[in-house]
């Protein structure tokens, strides 16, 4: 999981205004020229698809909660079969060591009496569990060492990696540590389901005004009357204080300065991947796309109103 250094996450308003991010730019220059202004807006009103985005990310929370809750229910199982094996008993009758730092290698068979069951059963058993999780390779495609290493900690993996006995201390270590690695996925589900309300939130929340958009430049389409401009143009404003008030809210929940503990940022990138440091976090991107489209309906508006006013 990388971490986003502290970056706001902020749209570029000249990108907005300009609605040049990237491919668009060729249908905002093609709006200058009256013959093809309709024919582009027709076109852009078939590619942007704004909420999209959204009903993606929707897809995409479900689907990362199913991997999770795998991987929750695949730790547990891993501690608690491991809490049912029989350890390495010492010698003398003790447990053999504790584990502790670099001194977990030398506890794993020290003084051992060799009437338990070894490491091979522990590495079987993370086979079993963890390492048989349907997106496993997909997701991981780690070595059982390295997954070990990064899931249980660097001191267990060494143990286990550098014995062929579980003493009692080992077998402690590892349940302990699978128990930790299982409420990391229970902390990351409550993400998960904060983070799915948000989109709900968000969609309710934006839908309506698509829709006032769509009205507005379906006007502009069909008709182009000096009062049928005038119209367009206020309304069109008034989408655009909602939408960027939406966008104010949305951003300052990004803002890792509002929300130090949260790094929300570092969460988005999880899920959504590295787009979401560049504007792309579902509910800022869908944001971004419908001020873009109103700028271009305002353009038009423009020059519906200028037009009939010179011929008037």
């Not at 997909?138 to 899931?151: D, K, P």
């Not at 991947?273 to 305002?298: C, F, H, I, M, W």
Request: hydrophobic content about 40%.
């Amino acid at each position: 999981m990388s971490t986003g250094g502290g970056q706001q996450w902020q749209l570029d308003r000249t990108a907005l205004e300009t609605g040049c991010t990237g491919w668009e730019c060729g249908l905002v220059e093609a709006l200058g020229e009256p013959a093809v202004a309709l024919v582009a807006i027709a076109v852009g009103l078939a590619v942007f698809v704004s909420l999209t985005l959204l009903r993606e990310a929707a897809d995409a929370v479900v689907e990362e909660r199913k991997h999770v809750v795998r991987e929750r229910n695949a730790f547990e199982a891993f501690a608690e079969r491991v809490e049912r094996l029989q350890p390495e008993m010492s010698s003398d009758g003790g447990k053999g060591g504790t584990l502790s730092g670099a001194a977990a290698v030398r506890v794993v068979s020290d003084g051992a009496t060799g009437n338990g069951e070894g490491i091979d059963a522990v590495e079987a058993t993370y086979e079993r569990t963890v390492m048989s999780m349907q997106h496993y390779e997909e997701e991981y495609g780690e070595t059982l060492a390295e997954n070990m290493a990064a899931e249980l900690g660097s001191d267990v993996a060494t143990a286990v990696a550098a014995g062929d006995q579980l003493t009692p201390g080992l077998q402690s270590a590892l349940v302990s540590e699978a128990r930790r690695a299982a409420k990391r996925r229970e902390t990351l589900l409550a993400q998960l389901e904060d983070e799915a309300e948000r989109i709900d939130e968000a969609y309710r929340a934006i839908e309506p005004v698509e829709h006032r958009l769509e009205s507005v430049e379906a006007d502009l389409d069909a008709s182009g009357g000096f009062h049928e401009g005038v119209s367009a143009w206020n309304r069109l404003r008034s989408i655009e204080t909602d939408l960027e008030g939406e966008l104010e809210r949305q951003q300052t929940r990004l803002d890792p300065s509002e929300h130090p503990a949260e790094e929300p940022h570092v969460f988005c990138r999880y899920l959504y991947g590295d787009d979401a440091g560049n504007g792309e976090y579902p509910v800022l991107g869908t944001l971004g796309r419908l001020l873009q489209r109103v700028e271009r309906s305002k353009r038009l508006a423009v020059r519906t109103i200028t037009e009939k006013s010179a011929s008037g």
